[in-house]
């Protein structure tokens, strides 16, 4: 890495901030000052990083390095300083982070005073990981491969950490294990993502044999991962952090908290690196404690297994009136959408509207961080057509469309509907559009696409304040 050398470290420190526009501008004064064209290339970079990791790291972002995969990969500072109270509130006193990356979950733990050793195979993250961690004395990095590391260290040859199957720990200086496994492949074409949890790099199977010997151990998993996968005998955290899934966390022994199968810790607003979110109004509390400042973390959870929800009621077509509630991305990969409604809308009639579903509806609003609430204006049937003339005859000029458990693209649909009321918006992500003809041209509406029972409907509905 260019930027760890004497010159590049002092030249990269030297500069603050990053612009897109003054970077050509940077580039000529640097080569134009006698450094290397390489030197001021790779600079750049790293400032172009840190601008970027802003949004996960705030102010720290600033002194840190980077490669591009290991600052897409790395846990926000808010998730990662929770995930590390959870080993502090658990006794843990040091602990291995296996395939550290950049350290970002590292400097999390190292930052509770747990002695932390970083392990991280590839020798540029490694280094970034090294100077990332240099401000915590109790926090050291080792490059190398962390199956083989571990065998080492127990003399097991790194194939199974579990040397005996009952109780025998792969080191008695190191008591806990954090994982966040490699989800991406790289080949001479680019990366892609892999989901089946064995291809995952260490695999699944590693973290369970390691789990096997009663040692703690937390797991970092993409939130797509299928209940399936989920060992039986750990806790299954799915994590939100502003209305977007980050990832399902397995947590075991004694990281696992008793009483809790699954749960969604849900965070908003706040700064990156404080950690903002809803208050909690239901559910296990957890060791939620990373917030400063802000609103704390909200967490929903449920002793049961996967597919035992309470029985709520399914209204059908009409119970779609009043108020409609989306419920949040961890509530429903948590599987808890039924226990949401039984804790905070039986009071006011909280009905599932199809089973399959996750919208449902109640009669009055209710100020939750686990679901986002809509008051419902009017329910047409979903027919191109007759939305076409809805935007005319209403004067929509903006158009906003959020769909579940109907086969469309939102961005389409919202170009077939608004074809001829002005020009087109920006179109949103996944199960939402936004867009319209902009300021003044007509008024902001938002539909909602969804499917009950056999019937196809579009809800025009109206977002409650939060
Ligand atoms: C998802 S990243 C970790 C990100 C990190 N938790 C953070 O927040 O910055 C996974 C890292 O594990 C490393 N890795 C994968 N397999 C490994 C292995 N067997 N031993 C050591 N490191 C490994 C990869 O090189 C990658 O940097």
């Known amino acids: 890495m260019p930027v760890l050398t004497p010159e590049g470290w002092a030249l990269l420190n030297s500069l603050e901030g990053y612009r897109e526009s003054e970077a050509l501008a940077l580039s000529t004064r640097l080569r134009g000052e006698g450094h290397a064209p390489e030197l001021v290339s790779a600079v750049l970079t790293q400032l172009k990083f840190r601008s970027k990791a802003a949004a996960k790291f705030g102010p720290f972002a600033g002194h840190m390095v980077f490669t591009r995969a290991g600052l897409e990969q790395a846990t926000r500072m808010n998730v990662a300083a929770l995930h590390a109270g959870r080993f502090a509130a658990a006794g843990v006193a040091s602990v291995a982070d296996l395939g550290c990356g950049i350290g970002a979950d590292s400097m999390a733990l190292a930052a509770l005073d747990l002695e932390v050793t970083a392990v991280e195979r590839d020798e540029t993250v490694a280094a970034a990981a090294t100077i990332n961690l240099m401000p915590f004395p109790n926090a050291?990095?080792?490059?190398?491969?962390?199956?083989?590391?571990?065998?080492?260290?127990?003399?097991?040859?790194?194939?199974?950490p579990d040397t005996s199957g009952t109780s025998a720990r792969p080191s008695a200086r190191l008591e806990g294990f954090w994982l966040d496994?490699?989800?991406?492949?790289?080949?001479?074409?680019?990366?892609?993502?892999?989901?089946?949890?064995?291809?995952?790099?260490?695999?699944?199977?590693?973290?369970?044999?390691?789990?096997?010997?009663?040692?703690?151990?937390?797991?970092?998993?993409?939130?797509?991962?299928?209940?399936?996968?989920?060992?039986?005998?750990?806790?299954?955290?799915?994590?939100?952090?502003?209305?977007?899934?980050?990832?399902?966390?397995?947590?075991?022994?004694?990281?696992?908290?008793?009483?809790?199968?699954?749960?969604a810790?849900?965070?908003?607003?706040?700064?990156?690196?404080?950690?903002?979110?809803?208050?909690?109004?239901?559910?296990?509390?957890?060791?939620?404690?990373?917030?400063?400042?802000?609103?704390?973390?909200?967490?929903?959870?449920?002793?049961?297994?996967?597919?035992?929800?309470?029985?709520?009621p399914v209204a059908g077509l009409e119970g779609l009136t009043d108020y409609l509630y989306e419920p949040d991305p961890a509530v429903i990969r948590a599987g808890?959408?039924?226990?949401?409604?039984?804790?905070?809308?039986?009071?006011?009639?909280?009905?599932?509207?199809?089973?399959?579903?996750?919208?449902?509806?109640?009669?009055?609003?209710?100020d939750?961080?686990?679901?986002?609430?809509?008051?419902?204006?009017?329910?047409?049937?979903?027919?191109?057509?007759?939305?076409?003339?809805?935007?005319?005859?209403?004067?929509?000029?903006?158009?906003?469309?959020?769909?579940?458990?109907?086969?469309?693209?939102?961005?389409?649909?919202?170009?077939?509907?608004m074809t001829g009321q002005?020009?087109?918006?920006?179109?949103?992500?996944?199960?939402?559009?936004?867009?319209?003809?902009?300021?003044?041209?007509?008024?902001?509406?938002?539909?909602?696409?969804?499917?009950?029972?056999?019937?196809?409907?579009?809800?025009?509905?109206?977002?409650?304040p939060r």
């Open 336 to 366: 808890l959408v039924a226990d949401l409604i039984e804790r905070e809308f039986t009071a006011v009639g909280g009905r599932l509207l199809d089973e399959h579903i996750a919208y449902f509806c109640a009669d009055d609003a209710v």
């Open 181 to 263: 496994p490699a989800r991406r492949v790289v080949s001479s074409s680019g990366s892609s993502r892999v989901f089946d949890p064995e291809a995952f790099s260490p695999p699944l199977s590693f973290v369970e044999r390691l789990a096997d010997t009663g040692a703690p151990v937390g797991v970092k998993l993409g939130p797509a991962l299928p209940h399936a996968s989920v060992p039986a005998g750990c806790e299954a955290q799915w994590v939100s952090v502003d209305g977007s899934l980050t990832e399902a966390v397995l947590w075991f022994n004694a990281l696992a908290r008793p009483g809790v199968r699954r749960s």
């Open 422 to 464: 002005g020009k087109g918006g920006k179109g949103g992500k996944g199960g939402k559009a936004t867009g319209g003809a902009g300021k003044g041209a007509g008024r902001h509406a938002t539909l909602v696409l969804t499917r009950i029972g056999e019937e196809r409907v579009a809800v025009e509905v109206e977002p409650l």
């Open 368 to 417: 939750t961080p686990f679901a986002t609430g809509y008051r419902v204006l009017e329910v047409m049937p979903y027919k191109v057509k007759g939305l076409r003339r809805w935007v005319k005859e209403t004067g929509v000029g903006r158009l906003d469309i959020k769909k579940r458990g109907v086969d469309v693209t939102p961005e389409e649909l919202r170009r077939l509907l």
């Open 265 to 312: 810790l849900v965070l908003g607003g706040g700064s990156a690196a404080t950690g903002g979110g809803g208050e909690s109004a239901a559910g296990g509390a957890g060791p939620a404690s990373g917030a400063e400042g802000g609103r704390s973390p909200a967490e929903l959870s449920s002793a049961e297994n996967f597919g035992d929800s309470p029985a709520v």
């Open 140 to 160: 050291s990095v080792v490059c190398a491969d962390a199956e083989e590391w571990l065998g080492a260290l127990d003399g097991s040859g790194g194939a199974n």
